[in-house]
């Protein structure tokens, strides 16, 4: 691949660890990065989904460290390549970290007896950076980059792909504050797509376009749960990041909870598709502390026709005057590490939640019963951001040796736009497609 043009779509978790795979081992060809967002240096709090780093890079940071959580990984790769690749996205945080010695793996052995009668909970290692750490992460990461020769092109949308010239089409959002003059066409020898949960309806459009088959993903849709963290310190002491799971099978439903976050814990506002929804964030630094936890309760539905758009239709239902909705039986909704208050509309009731979301809301609900079992002092001490969802685009079929379509192998798919979850397993399969381009 000595002077190829490689191009990546995306500047999230999975791009940026592949370019960064393709610098350290003196890739000779040219490495393009394209994003609708801005560079870490310029990249406002409140533009979540895009920008360096995507959606992982203003998340609180959470490494998760088995194959089991976020995708398939060891299923193409086998159990030993993942976990070094884990290693290697890791490692790269690690590097770019300004206190790399912070950055703590929490291990959890056993699963405790307390929640067994309510509740499956799964323990893996977790590494914690912090939403904090991780924008000075970005940062050091980005000058990296453009001193290895990368070239990016901000605040730019690519419109069109043709797969058969190898050329894309784009439109520049800023053309006077964007880094770099665009033309209207670039053409690639190499391309690796990784839009990110902002760009599944482009990458559902190519799919259509060229009849690319792929893979119906479930709906993976519910709330942001917040509550002050001694309620849970017991669960919390045994592992940061804990995921409590439970299924019903005859309905098609399981749910689990998801991104757990601690000690300087807020709720974040996220905006895809014009749409408010809710994610969550936690800072390493003790002056931010404010003991609260909170974490996503996530429905996953399968059997739904076209979940994507079904998903979407929902979230349009649970907006209020242009945001999402806050519910508790007695607390007032939170505010975020910046202090403003989070932007939802407070309810008085669940008919509203429950009426968009018919039939799946009462399974949250019953979720959230067993937890004040499981957590007795909770009782009526909590909240509820509504929604949080993952749109996930139906996955491509790729081949499992390069993650290359089988038509056009030269564009491959990483990240969200491959239904990875998480920024492990998205940082390992950028890693894994740069492997593949420096030995091809």
Same mark, same amino acid.
């Given at each position: 691949?000595?002077? +190829?043009?490689?191009?990546?779509?995306?500047?999230?978790?999975?791009?940026?660890?592949?370019?960064?795979?393709?610098?350290?081992?003196?890739?000779?060809? !040219?490495?393009?990065?394209?994003?609708?967002?801005?560079?870490?240096?310029?990249?406002?709090?409140?533009?979540?989904?895009?920008?360096?780093?995507?959606?992982?890079?203003?998340?609180?940071?959470?490494? #998760?460290?088995?194959?089991?959580?976020?995708?398939?990984?060891?299923?193409?790769?086998?159990?030993?390549?993942?976990?070094?690749?884990?290693?290697?996205?890791?490692?790269?945080?690690?590097?770019?970290?300004?206190?790399?010695?912070?950055?703590?793996?929490?291990?959890?052995?056993?699963?405790?007896?307390?929640? !067994? /009668?309510?509740?499956?909970?799964?323990?893996?290692?977790?590494?914690?950076?912090?939403?904090?750490?991780?924008?000075?992460?970005?940062?050091?990461?980005?000058?990296?980059?453009?001193?290895?020769?990368?070239?990016?092109?901000?605040?730019?949308?690519?419109?069109?792909?043709?797969?058969?010239? &190898?050329?894309?089409?784009?439109?520049?959002?800023?053309?006077? =504050?964007?880094?770099?003059?665009?033309?209207?066409?670039?053409?690639?020898? !190499?391309?690796?797509?990784?839009?990110?949960?902002?760009?599944?309806?482009?990458?559902?459009?190519?799919?259509?376009?060229?009849?690319?088959?792929?893979?119906?993903?479930?709906?993976?849709?519910?709330?942001?749960?917040?509550?002050?963290?001694?309620?849970? &310190?017991?669960?919390?002491?045994?592992?940061?990041?804990? =995921?409590?799971?439970? +299924?019903?099978?005859?309905?098609?439903?399981?749910?689990?909870?998801?991104?757990?976050?601690?000690?300087?814990?807020?709720?974040?506002?996220?905006?895809?598709?014009?749409?408010?929804?809710?994610?969550?964030?936690?800072?390493?630094?003790?002056?931010?502390?404010?003991?609260?936890?909170?974490?996503?309760?996530?429905?996953?539905?399968?059997?739904?026709?076209?979940?994507?758009?079904?998903?979407?239709?929902?979230?349009?239902?649970?907006?209020?005057?242009?945001?999402?909705?806050?519910?508790?039986? #007695?607390?007032?909704?939170?505010?975020?590490?910046?202090?403003?208050?989070?932007?939802?509309?407070?309810?008085?009731?669940?008919?509203?939640?429950?009426?968009?979301? &018919?039939?799946?809301?009462?399974? @949250?609900?019953?979720?959230?019963?067993?937890?004040?079992?499981?957590?007795?002092?909770?009782?009526?001490?909590?909240?509820?951001?509504? /929604?949080? @969802?993952?749109?996930?685009?139906?996955?491509?079929?790729?081949?499992?040796?390069?993650?290359?379509?089988?038509?056009?192998?030269?564009?491959?798919?990483?990240?969200?736009?491959?239904?990875?979850?998480?920024?492990?397993?998205?940082?390992?399969?950028?890693?894994?497609?740069?492997?593949?381009?420096?030995?091809?």
């Amino acid at each position: 691949m000595a002077n +190829k043009n490689v191009v990546m779509i995306g500047a999230g978790v999975a791009n940026v660890n592949a370019a960064t795979k393709l610098v350290d081992n003196g890739f000779k060809g !040219k490495i393009t990065i394209i994003d609708m967002g801005k560079d870490p240096y310029l990249r406002p709090y409140e533009e979540v989904m895009t920008g360096f780093l995507g959606a992982g890079g203003w998340s609180d940071g959470k490494l #998760t460290y088995h194959t089991s959580i976020g995708g398939q990984l060891s299923k193409y790769c086998g159990e030993e390549k993942a976990m070094e690749l884990f290693d290697q996205v890791i490692d790269n945080f690690k590097r770019f970290h300004p206190k790399p010695e912070e950055v703590q793996c929490s291990n959890p052995i056993a699963e405790p007896e307390f929640i !067994k /009668p309510y509740f499956g909970l799964r323990l893996f290692p977790v590494w914690h950076v912090g939403t904090d750490y991780l924008h000075e992460i970005g940062k050091n990461w980005y000058d990296f980059l453009v001193d290895g020769g990368v070239e990016f092109y901000w605040e730019t949308k690519v419109t069109d792909i043709d797969f058969e010239n &190898q050329t894309l089409d784009m439109v520049q959002q800023n053309p006077i =504050k964007t880094s770099k003059f665009l033309e209207d066409e670039m053409s690639y020898d !190499k391309l690796i797509f990784g839009v990110g949960k902002s760009g599944i309806d482009f990458g559902k459009q190519l799919a259509e376009h060229y009849d690319l088959p792929t893979e119906p993903k479930p709906v993976q849709i519910g709330v942001r749960f917040e509550a002050p963290q001694k309620h849970f &310190q017991k669960l919390i002491d045994i592992s940061y990041d804990f =995921k409590l799971y439970r +299924k019903f099978e005859e309905a098609g439903v399981s749910l689990r909870s998801f991104c757990t976050n601690n000690n300087a814990a807020y709720v974040a506002v996220e905006e895809t598709y014009g749409d408010h929804s809710y994610n969550g964030h936690a800072k390493k630094d003790e002056a931010f502390r404010n003991d609260m936890t909170n974490f996503g309760i996530l429905m996953e539905v399968r059997g739904i026709e076209k979940p994507f758009e079904w998903s979407r239709d929902v979230v349009k239902k649970l907006q209020i005057d242009g945001t999402g909705l806050y519910y508790s039986p #007695t607390r007032e909704p939170s505010t975020t590490s910046e202090g403003v208050d989070v932007s939802a509309v407070k309810v008085d009731t669940l008919h509203h939640i429950s009426k968009a979301m &018919q039939p799946y809301f009462w399974y @949250v609900l019953d979720f959230i019963e067993d937890m004040k079992k499981v957590f007795p002092t909770l009782k009526d001490d909590w909240g509820i951001y509504v /929604p949080e @969802v993952k749109y996930l685009s139906p996955e491509p079929l790729v081949d499992y040796s390069n993650l290359a379509l089988t038509k056009y192998p030269n564009v491959h798919f990483v990240g969200d736009a491959l239904s990875a979850r998480g920024i492990t397993v998205s940082g390992a399969q950028g890693t894994y497609v740069a492997e593949y381009i420096l030995d091809n």
